[in-house]
């Protein structure tokens, strides 16, 4: 069963409805995007992924101008070859992009692992803000535009300016409790 965020809002005003008549559900929301766009920290991590990203996709271009430098030479030579040296050419050519195939899979991984990597700090920092603002604003439930969970809200719940603010003020994010 997928949840759409209208089953998930409707789930929680049907089990909060005991919780409601004796305290009232205080919902605010922030945008990911936005608070990671406007991080200096994320922004560096970004640059860093893209600078070691570079080794990467200097690996993969070369694998490719390699087999493309086998290709062509099969097709010049296709006419002069004995049809065993060409299936044995054409099976090279094959092994090889399977290999590129292989290889390009786990660099994709390699990146993926190293972006977690990099953003994980920033995204602790966010996160710690986000708790700290829930605690002292008193917040039954901070929801994520960025996510996509929200379709239509009241402008003066969104925290994303306060959460930006905590962050480039270097505030006691309650990490160190």
Do not use: H, W
Request: glycine share 6%; hydrophobic share 40%.
């Amino acid at each position: 069963m997928r949840c759409t965020p209208f089953l998930v809002a409707t789930m929680i005003f049907i089990f909060a409805g005991g919780a409601l008549q004796a305290q009232t559900l205080k919902i605010g929301y922030i945008n990911s995007q936005q608070i990671l766009a406007s991080s200096t920290e994320a922004t560096a991590a970004q640059e860093q992924f893209g600078q070691e990203m570079e080794a990467y996709q200097a690996e993969i271009t070369g694998l490719e101008e390699e087999l493309n430098g086998m290709s062509q030479r099969l097709e010049q030579q296709a006419l002069t070859l004995s049809p065993e040296a060409r299936q044995n050419r054409e099976q090279q050519l094959q092994s090889g992009i399977q290999e590129l195939q292989q290889r390009a899979a786990q660099l994709e991984q390699l990146a993926a692992q190293r972006r977690a990597e990099l953003l994980q700090p920033v995204m602790d920092k966010i996160t710690a803000v986000i708790e700290a603002l829930r605690e002292e604003g008193q917040y039954s439930l901070i929801l994520d535009l960025g996510a996509g969970a929200i379709i239509s809200a009241d402008t003066t719940l969104d925290l994303s300016q306060q959460v930006i603010d905590r962050l480039s003020q270097g505030a006691d994010t309650g990490a160190s409790r």
